[in-house]
């Protein structure tokens, strides 16, 4: 079981930036096993993809919304996964998870992803 605990969210005016950290930890975590993904729920929307990055490198996946705006990135010594987001929007506001899968493909979905985070409450003002 892999446990994972969301840091960083808050109050940020538009246009402003903000990072996000996951911590993963776990006896059976072994971070060349996963690939970690961050989604996203605002309000009475469902639960969207964000990004994924695999923790043994390569190109990540971003979702079409933040492409260009977010980053997503990882240290392996520390088990934490990054999401930095600049140019933030409004629209952005909700509230972000971090999650662990055995898939390696950067899945998309999140029947794909096992473990979660408890999750961090972004809201961009205007």
């Known amino acids: 079981q892999v446990q994972l605990v969301e840091s960083g969210g808050g109050l940020i005016q538009a246009g402003g930036s903000l990072r996000l950290s996951c911590a993963a930890s776990?006896?059976?975590?072994?971070?060349?096993?996963?690939?970690m993904g961050w989604f996203r729920q605002a309000p009475e929307k469902e639960r969207e993809f964000v990004a994924a990055?695999?923790?043994?490198?390569?190109?990540?996946g971003y979702a079409e919304t933040v492409r260009g705006r977010f980053t997503i990135s990882r240290d392996n010594a520390k088990n934490t996964v990054y999401l930095q987001m600049n140019s933030l929007k409004p629209e952005d506001t909700a509230v972000y998870y971090c999650a662990a899968s055995r898939n390696l493909r950067l899945p998309q979905t999140q029947y794909e992803y096992a473990s979660w985070g408890q999750g961090t409450q972004v809201t961009v003002s205007s």
């Open positions: 776990g006896r059976t975590f072994s971070n060349y096993n996963y690939a």
């Open positions: 990055i695999r923790w043994s490198g390569g190109s990540a």
